[in-house]
T-cell receptor, first 114, second 113 residues
């Protein structure tokens, strides 16, 4: 079953605008990660936020985590056409039989128009 | 360059003909994993390995085998491929599964006819 669910499923914006994607999950997590995938290519790790962190930045990326609401958001500021891709959140459970397993959501397809 | 290398990139095969998709990483990562990606179903884990000679099933292991004889290699074996195994496959590695980001290979697009 999918642990993370992204919202919206698709997002279309103009270059220069900000893009916000959300991820909700169901159970307690150890960390939450965001990945980007260009069409048909391998996923690229963007950022990891641990359960005891609330916000993290990396360049034009800003990730927030609200464990009380079991949700996270990814903000891409000043978007570029090259940001066009699918974005996935992935969650890692605390351990046990799911040790090491990342569970991916269905992804948000972001299209940035020049 | 740190990377995960999968081969082949594309493969068309016939039902029942055994095949192996290779995966190799040059980062000395302990953890390796195979995923398949299907439209509407997202990424699903097939098998994973926490270290040499340690492997375990993921969510969709039926019809697949893996081995981890060396740290760097984690091949995916389809002993008798069927059309429902047509998919995009990704190998990934990590320092320690899930605690760090994964590095993904470029993918293998498999078609079974």
């Amino acid at each position: 079953s999918q642990q993370g669910e992204e919202d919206p499923q698709a997002l279309s914006i103009q270059e220069g605008e900000n893009a916000t994607m959300n991820c909700s999950y169901k159970t307690s997590i150890n960390n939450l990660q965001w990945y980007r995938q260009n069409s048909g290519r391998g996923l690229v790790h963007l950022i990891l936020i641990r359960s005891n962190e609330r916000e993290k930045h990396s360049g034009r990326l800003r990730v927030t985590l609200d464990t009380s609401k079991k949700s996270s958001s990814l903000l891409i500021t000043a978007s570029r056409a090259a940001d066009t891709a699918s974005y996935f959140c992935a969650t890692r459970f605390g351990g046990g039989t799911s040790y090491g397993k990342l569970t991916f959501g269905q992804g948000t397809i972001l299209t940035v128009h020049p | 360059e740190a990377q995960v290398t999968q081969n082949p990139r594309y493969l068309i095969t016939v039902t029942g003909k055994k095949l192996t998709v290779t995966c190799s990483q040059n980062m000395n990562h302990e953890y390796m994993s195979w995923y398949r990606q299907d439209p509407g179903l997202g990424l699903r884990q097939i098998y994973y390995s926490m270290n040499v000679e340690v492997t375990d099933k993921g969510d969709v292991p039926e019809g697949y085998k893996v081995s981890r004889k060396e740290k760097r290699n984690f091949p995916l074996i389809l002993e008798s491929p069927s059309p429902n195994q047509t998919s995009l496959y990704f190998c990934a590695s990590s320092l320690s599964g899930g605690l760090y980001g994964y590095t993904f290979g470029s993918g293998t697009r498999l078609t079974v006819v």
